[in-house]
């Protein structure tokens, strides 16, 4: 570990540098749990080269759209996704998709669950 056995291949890792580079996830939404009535809040940074992307939130399956509960600020390289006064119907799988010129790359946090009056309750009937 003392940094003396790594090989550099200049070449190669400019190439992968090159390739990391395009749209990707840098810091993924996370599975989370939280109490009825408080929010929900998922940050998502995205490292990209290209064009900002189109940035599509979606609910198990359902495209989610700002409301009167939904908050979603997408800023370049940043989407942030906010669920105000959760409910049990907000339990679910929670997914961000980037769509640009450069490639697509999504995140997901697949258990989201939302703990009601001391009683968990997840999309899949489970509380772990």
Not at 33 to 50: D, L, W
């Amino acid at each position: 570990d003392g940094g003396g056995g790594g090989r550099r291949h200049a070449g190669v890792r400019g190439v992968q540098r090159e390739r990391a580079q395009k749209l990707r996830i840098v810091t993924p939404i996370r599975d989370t749990e939280v109490r009825e009535g408080s929010e929900i809040v998922f940050n998502c940074e995205m490292n990209m080269e290209g064009p900002d992307p189109r940035v599509k939130w979606t609910k198990a399956d359902l495209v989610l759209r700002a409301d009167d509960r939904v908050a979603i600020d997408t800023q370049p390289g940043h989407s942030k996704l906010s669920v105000a006064r959760t409910t049990r119907g907000d339990s679910a799988t929670y997914i961000i998709e980037a769509v640009n010129t450069c490639g697509r790359a999504t995140a997901t946090a697949a258990e989201t669950k939302v703990d009601v009056m001391g009683q968990c309750h997840s999309f899949d009937g489970k509380c772990r």
